[in-house]
Structures are given as structure tokens and as C-alpha cells.
């Protein structure tokens, strides 16, 4: 198994750029989420999806849409790139919803915003 | 609002010492209490988790960690330090009996190992 698969890697975009981060679980995973990662920030949730079909928005989801049209598939829109949302984000997803269950991390995609 | 604080930003050991990594959390009810580590240009990898069975949690690479309800503390520790274990540490809660799986981060705190 991949596990979870994140794509690109890197990615420089200019102010004002829209574009697509990757996202997909091959673990028939229910839940999936996106987080971003800032310098001495910690993790922070930005939207999730406890199922196919379902999303909802979490600490810091604005400038940022999501879809669940599969189960495997949970992709990351940044409709018009800002500097701020220079940082790395880290996709993953658990076995179910519940609270109890850890979650499975991808490697992470490293945006910079000019 | 749960929250969680790490205290330390940057903790360095020497090779062999006793590693300590401070979490404390804020919820008035015992949540579950997660350990992550992530190693340079990596993801997050589970290290241990307490789910409300046994106090004291083995994880993985010699880790372990004890939920002290009385101190709403939850501190990782490990005999021993390699220099393997040099990464970036993250305590993360979610709410007993939530349905959505929701992490809440800590800071994080960055160990440093010295030979």
C-alpha cells in the first residue's frame, strides 16, 4: 500500500495563481483532512470530510475549497494564491471519524506564494 | 476550546540521556491524547496514543508516554536518547466521544541530540 499519496511536492505560484494540491488514500479510508503547518505554529485543521460526499470547514479554511467526489480522493483548492499561504500542507485520513482512531500522514506539500 | 501546550520549544539532550517532552492539555474532560514525530522534509508518524484504556502508553522506538488525569498531562518520555531520535515532537488532542476525528496541535518541540 501507498498509503497516502500527496502531489506535487514543491510548488512556487505567483499572487493571484489558482491551483490544485493532490491528495489520495489507497487504506479505504472514511475520513480525510487537510492541514497546514507554519513555523512554530503547530498543525492546523483546514477542512475535512468524513465521508464521500461530505466536507466541512475547519480552524482556517478561508481561501481554500475542498471536494469528496471519491472515497479516495481529496483534493485541495487555492482559488487566488496569497503570500500567507506560504506554508506546507499535510493531507491524511483515519479509518473512520470516530476520535479514538490515529491518522495516517502523506509527506507533505511545500507552497510558496511570491 | 480544547488546546494543548507543549512547553519548550527546543529541547536538546545528550546521547544516552533521559529525553522528557512536556504536553498538557485544557479539556475539563479527559480527551484522547495522541504523540506524533516528524522527521525533516517528512510527514507526521503516529508514536503512541491513549484512549482511555491504561494510564502508562508504549509506543514505538523505546517511546512512552503517561496520562496524569490530576495534571491534565500527558509527557512523553524515553530512557535513553539515540541520535535517531532527533525530529520535531507534536502533542495532538481530540474530544472523547467526537465523531469527526478532529486533531488539535500543539506547537510542537524540536529535540536535538548531541553525541
Known amino acids: 500500500n501507498a498509503g497516502v499519496t500527496q502531489t506535487p511536492k514543491f510548488q512556487v505560484l505567483k499572487t493571484g495563481q489558482s491551483m490544485t494540491l493532490q491528495c489520495a488514500q489507497d487504506?479505504?479510508?472514511?475520513?480525510m483532512s487537510w492541514y497546514r503547518q507554519d513555523p512554530g505554529m503547530g498543525l492546523r485543521l483546514i477542512h475535512y470530510s468524513v465521508g464521500a460526499g461530505i466536507t466541512d470547514q475547519g480552524e482556517v479554511p478561508n481561501g481554500y475549497n475542498v471536494s469528496r467526489s471519491t472515497t479516495e480522493d481529496f483534493p485541495l483548492r487555492l482559488l487566488s494564491a496569497a503570500p500567507s499561504q506560504t506554508s506546507v500542507y499535510f493531507c491524511?485520513?483515519?479509518?473512520?471519524?470516530?476520535?479514538?482512531?490515529?491518522?495516517?500522514f502523506g509527506d507533505g506539500t511545500r507552497l510558496s506564494i511570491l | 476550546a480544547q488546546s494543548v501546550t507543549q512547553l519548550g520549544s527546543h529541547v536538546s539532550v545528550s546521547e544516552g540521556a533521559l529525553v522528557l517532552l512536556r504536553c498538557n492539555y485544557s479539556s475539563s474532560v479527559p480527551p484522547y491524547l495522541f504523540w506524533y514525530v516528524q522527521y525533516p522534509n517528512q510527514g507526521l508518524q503516529l508514536l503512541l496514543k491513549y484512549t482511555s484504556a491504561a494510564t502508562l502508553v508504549k509506543g514505538i522506538n523505546g517511546f512512552e508516554a503517561e496520562f496524569k488525569k490530576s495534571e491534565t498531562s500527558f509527557h512523553l518520555t524515553k530512557p535513553s536518547a539515540h541520535m535517531s531520535d532527533a525530529a520535531e515532537y507534536f502533542c495532538?488532542?481530540?474530544?472523547?466521544?467526537?465523531?469527526?476525528?478532529?486533531?488539535?496541535f500543539g506547537k510542537g518541540t524540536k529535540l536535538s541530540v548531541k553525541p
Open positions: 491524511a485520513s483515519s479509518y473512520s471519524p470516530l476520535s479514538n482512531q490515529p491518522q495516517h
Open positions: 487504506m479505504n479510508h472514511e475520513y
Open positions: 495532538a488532542v481530540s474530544e472523547k466521544g467526537g465523531s469527526q476525528g478532529n486533531l488539535i
